[in-house]
């Protein structure tokens, strides 16, 4: 029992591994910001990169690593997926050149032409 507790943390020791990562280089971030980060996938460690191209000799012996990976893979994926379509949201709404700011703008055009006044929706005036 102890040679195979051995055999698989040595197996995973040696396993790649993929991590999301936060990228703090985006120029939007200052211009519009946004509290929201793109993120990235990263693969790491796997001393044994072997594993990663699968043939039929090394299925055998790297099963564990590659569904170690393939495990990480997914979860990470799935975190970076969600994070980045949060994102992408926030950075339609607040940048100028997002979709949302760009769709209001067409729609208070016609009405900014015939001499109408954009209302904040904070100022409240009440009519006289």
Known sequence: MKQVCFVLITLFICSCTVVPRVDFADPDNDRCKLTTRKRTLEVSGGEY???L???QDSVDACWVPLLYTSAT???SGSIVLVGN???WLEKQGKCDDGLLHDFIQSHNEPLLEQNG???DGQSSQSPE
């Open 53 to 55: 191209v699968v043939s």
């Open 73 to 75: 893979a997914l979860v």
């Open 85 to 87: 379509t949060v994102h």
């Open 49 to 51: 990169a072997g594993c």
């Open 117 to 119: 006044q954009v209302m």
